[in-house]
């Protein structure tokens, strides 16, 4: 054999070329990916928020003892049979979702009732009620704060915290 001969494989400048189109790639993608995680989780909320006004509004239908006397009382144990204590209204992960640790994706709920009604065969109620939804995690799980009641109006924080009565009303 004559003359040099050439080694088969990548030199290292070509690699470091390589490794930095990815990073530059990776760059751009993952703040895309982490904002559509975030709008996923608000989706969620608004979503949860709104299957939550239906199953009080079915619990008083129900039960006619207006309203559920927390998130607990609409879930229940699926395949158990429904009671005005456990209503099986909505899913027990949502029933679940009242604290930072066991939010629903990325949200977690707070239910508040307000005056209590008679009790009817053994079952009670509010006559109203409030519930509050905020990021777990706010700018990582969600950016909007959410307020319902019994009017079924949802209402928008843009900062995560939680918002009121009077904050806007989703569009």
Request: glycine share 12%.
């Amino acid at each position: 054999m004559t003359g040099k001969e050439k080694g088969k494989g990548f030199s290292l400048i070509e690699l470091l070329i390589v490794v930095a189109i990815i990073l530059i790639i990776a760059a751009i993608a993952i703040p895309n990916l982490l904002r559509a995680k975030i709008a996923a989780n608000e989706s969620s909320g608004v979503g949860s928020m709104r299957t939550l006004n239906t199953a009080a509004v079915n619990y008083y239908t129900a039960w006619n003892v207006q309203y559920p006397t927390s998130m607990a009382v609409m879930g229940g144990t699926p395949g158990g049979t429904a009671v005005c204590t456990a209503a099986l209204l909505i899913d027990p992960v949502l029933a679940g979702a009242t604290t930072a640790a066991a939010a629903k994706s990325g949200y977690y709920f707070t239910y508040t009732g307000a005056t209590v009604t008679a009790a009817i065969n053994g079952c009670t109620g509010w006559q109203t009620y409030t519930i509050v939804g905020v990021p777990s995690n706010i700018g990582q799980t969600g950016q909007h704060g959410y307020f319902t009641d019994q009017s079924g109006v949802i209402r928008f924080s843009t900062n995560g915290s939680a918002p009121s009565v009077a904050s806007p009303p989703l569009q």
